[in-house]
Nanobody, 120 residues
Framework: QVQLVESGGGLVQPGGSLRLSCAASGSIFRITSMGWYRQAPGKQRELVAITAAGDMTNYADSVKGRFTISWDNAQNTAYLQMNSLKPEDTAVYYC??????????????WGQGTQVTVSS
């Protein structure tokens, strides 16, 4: 059993910063990628940022230069540093990871989501 637990969401004023954390726990053999998605009311879930083993990172155009994803491999934890937040960043943010639970068994996991609200 694998769990992803997010934390760090909340209410912030425009221009402010938040740092989200996603801790993976359970029967983990190897994590190959971790990422963040978000879903605003009435909209589809979209990729925000993703990082993979080998230091590959990819960002949505809307967050480039403002958000930074990082991954502590030893702690099985991913972070999303969000700076210069805008009202349009308001959404539920979900952690996502591709995890092997054995040398050959792989699955795609999601966290429960954390609310980020950017408002004055």
């Amino acid at each position: 059993q694998v769990q992803l637990v997010e934390s760090g969401g909340g209410l912030v004023q425009p221009g402010g910063s938040l740092r989200l954390s996603c801790a993976a726990s359970g029967s983990i053999f190897r994590i190959t990628s971790m990422g963040w998605y978000r879903q605003a009311p009435g909209k589809q879930r979209e990729l925000v940022a993703i990082t993979a083993a080998g230091d590959m990172t990819n960002y949505a155009d809307s967050v480039k230069g403002r958000f930074t994803i990082s991954w502590d491999n030893a702690q099985n934890t991913a972070y999303l540093q969000m700076n210069s937040l805008k009202p349009e960043d308001t959404a539920v943010y979900y952690c996502n990871a591709d995890i092997f639970t054995s040398p050959t068994l792989w699955n795609h996991y999601w966290g429960q989501g954390t609310q980020v609200t950017v408002s004055s």
